[in-house]
């Protein structure tokens, strides 16, 4: 089954305390993207990777890291998580950047972390 | 599952009725557009989408309609089932940016 998975779906830690949360997907895709969902915000893209070795900061890049090894795992790191950094996490997938010939981007089901 | 959000626009529909969610975008090169919904507990799932060149696109039970003139776009829900309780977004991608950005949210609530 085509599909995009994350883990954990559910953190709670506290400030400054290093977490990754990975993301992983078996489409073969070479898109990937990480946002952040909050009330009243819609979804934020936090940063973006074209492909394996190539990432990009997106709207709301700071207190995130990102790396892409490999095609499939595209893991966001929170180096030291602040409580504004409290969030619904999302990681997405599409086989290009460019939405085109129907192209879409797959979402994982989410992540909540929590920092106190 | 989890609340995407406690301040979202709520549209309230009796079941077997029409929905009309709707979206304004804010980017005229947009080039192509997106309606997503998202059930409690998961992530966005992709509907419909619909290309600039283009103002009227229709899928099963769906349409969704774009008016370029007034950067409006909006989501037509044919005989709601309770299955359709949700919240819809709206996403534009821009090609020059390779940027999808998404609006808001509407909850849709159907009721029996």
């Known amino acids: 089954e085509a599909q995009v998975t994350q883990n954990p779906r559910y953190l709670i830690t506290v400030t400054g305390k290093k977490l990754t949360v990975t993301c992983s997907q078996n489409?073969?895709?070479?898109?990937m993207s990480w946002y952040r969902q909050d009330p009243g915000l819609g979804l934020r893209q936090i940063y973006y990777?074209?492909?394996?070795?190539?990432?990009d900061k997106g709207d709301v890049p700071e207190g995130y890291k990102v790396s892409r090894k490999e095609k499939r795992n595209f893991p966001l790191i929170l180096e030291s998580p602040s409580p504004n950094q409290t969030s619904l996490y999302f990681c997405?997938?599409?086989?290009?950047?460019?939405?085109?010939?129907?192209?879409?981007?797959?979402f994982g089901p989410g992540t909540r972390l929590t920092v106190l | 599952g989890e609340s995407v959000g406690l301040h979202l626009p709520t549209l309230s529909v009796q079941e077997g009725d029409n929905s009309i969610i709707n979206c304004a975008y804010s980017?005229?090169?947009?080039?192509?557009f997106i309606w997503y919904k998202q059930e409690s507990g998961k992530g966005p799932q992709f509907i419909i989408d619909?290309?600039?060149?283009?103002d009227k696109r229709q899928g099963q039970r769906v349409t969704v309609l774009l008016n370029k003139t007034v950067k409006h776009l909006s989501l037509q829900i044919a005989a709601t089932q309770p299955g359709d309780s949700a919240v819809y977004f709206c996403?534009?991608?821009?090609?020059?940016?390779?940027?999808?950005?998404f609006g808001t949210g509407t909850r849709l609530q159907v009721t029996l």
């Open positions: 997405a997938s599409s086989l290009t950047p460019g939405l085109a010939g129907g192209d879409t981007q797959y």
């Open positions: 489409m073969n895709h070479e898109y």
């Open positions: 990777s074209m492909n394996v070795e190539v990432t």
């Open positions: 980017n005229s090169a947009s080039d192509y």
């Open positions: 619909i290309r600039s060149n283009m």
């Open positions: 996403a534009e991608f821009t090609g020059t940016a390779s940027k999808l950005t």
